[in-house]
């Protein structure tokens, strides 16, 4: 690592995050150290777009490179798990694009190796590092809201059924749940006391058998109760509302949200509140995770399990399984 702790890193894949990455690392003054692809043409394609000091002919490279100190995986979520294994066996921190793996089995062995190689490994789960789901926390903590009861949440959006997309894919684990459902579970355990032992779900399935549609009832042991709706395929607004005692928070437009607002609910009186900037989303990632890796941050990967196990135990009663999880 270098001296001024911060991380070298490497970015697997060329698409839409990887792109917000080195642009998140130019902001931050920096540029991006390393880049590799299954297609080379692509890695070079972006190492000159962005100025990266190296780029792979074979991606695989980046796993044995003693110049680099993390790795960010931004592949489809069914290719994550043997890149993990890769990257974590050779002492690589590695920051995961959700969903992190496919299945609680999955993430335990890829946190087993995190541990074994004393290294960071974190989902790149933004409602975990953006100011804004910080600042609520503090507010909750405060006690001015009282003790959360509910969460509520919406997120959906209209696709068409074009069966070749990724979302509606089983050979590329498509499926509202790791999809858009992993956001909704997310932002709820943060606000919880503890992770929901207690589920009632509804879902459609899409012709390919993945699940398009699902409504999901669940409690913890503390009472505290989340009901969320998810679509592949009816338009919804990017919704939640955590509800308290004494008020209630209202945020839109999760997971990359930058305000909320406050509503007492004893005066009615509104309080909207704005903490960073949901175009740096990416910088906020790459921070905590560069604090993690120096011992000063968490990057929550206990809540991620807690919500891997929640999504692995809801596709399990689905029925709902992708071919890696067959073999």
């Known amino acids: 690592m270098s001296d001024n702790r911060q991380l070298r890193w490497a970015v697997l894949g060329t698409g839409v995050i990887a792109n917000e990455m080195a642009a998140a690392l130019q902001r931050m003054g920096r540029r991006l ?15 000159k777009k962005y100025g990266v000091r190296k780029v792979y002919e074979d991606y695989r490279q980046m796993f044995t490179d003693p110049e680099i100190d993390a790795i960010y995986i931004t592949t489809p979520h069914n290719t994550h798990m043997a890149f993990l294994e890769a990257a974590l066996s050779h002492g690589k921190h590695v920051l995961c694009e959700k969903s992190i793996t496919l299945n609680s089995e999955e993430l335990g062995r890829a946190a087993r190796l995190a541990r074994e190689n004393h290294v960071v490994l ?9 100011p804004i789901y910080r600042l609520l ?4 903590a405060s006690g001015a809201l009282g003790r959360v009861n509910l969460v509520q949440l919406n997120f959906g959006s209209f696709k068409d059924y074009d069966m070749g ?13 790791l999809d858009i459902g992993v956001y909704a579970l997310s932002l709820a355990r943060l606000f919880l006391e503890s992770t929901p032992d207690q589920m009632q779900s509804f879902v459609r399935m899409a012709p390919t058998g993945v699940d398009e549609s699902a409504v999901l009832i669940m409690a913890n042991r503390e009472g505290q109760m989340v009901s969320a709706t998810l679509s592949l395929h009816s338009r919804q607004p990017k919704r939640a509302v955590i509800s308290c005692e004494k008020g209630y928070i209202e945020i839109m437009e999760y997971p990359r949200a930058d305000e909320a607002l406050i509503v007492d609910a004893e005066t009615g009186a509104a309080q909207r509140i704005q903490a960073g900037r949901k175009e740096d989303a990416l910088r906020y990632e790459i921070a905590d995770m560069e604090a993690a890796a120096a011992g000063e941050g968490d990057m929550l990967l206990s809540h991620t399990a807690e919500v891997m196990e929640l999504m692995t135990c809801l ?11 067959e073999t």
């Open 122 to 130: 974190g989902e790149a789960m933004t409602i975990y590092h953006m």
């Open 315 to 325: 596709r399990r009663t689905w029925g709902v399984t992708y071919p890696e999880e």
């Open 33 to 47: 150290d390393a880049v590799g692809n299954r297609t080379p043409e692509k890695a070079a394609a972006f190492g």
């Open 165 to 177: 997309n990724r979302f509606f894919s089983r050979s590329l684990a498509g499926g509202a749940m």
């Open 137 to 140: 926390r503090e507010r909750l």
